[in-house]
């Protein structure tokens, strides 16, 4: 029983810490969505365009 708590305790602490570090690096990001995909240059015109 005892290995199977500090086995919960810590897959619960490696989740939270993925969170955290995931949330951390979606609030510091400085490039905008906008920016991003107007910075990618211009749109290929479709093959059967008429």
Known sequence: MKLENILLKSFFA????LCVMTLGAMV???V??????????????AANAD
């Open 14 to 17: 490696a989740c939270l810490l």
């Open 28 to 30: 510091t990001t400085d």
């Open 32 to 45: 905008s969505a906008p920016a991003a995909v107007a910075s990618q240059g211009h749109v290929a015109p």
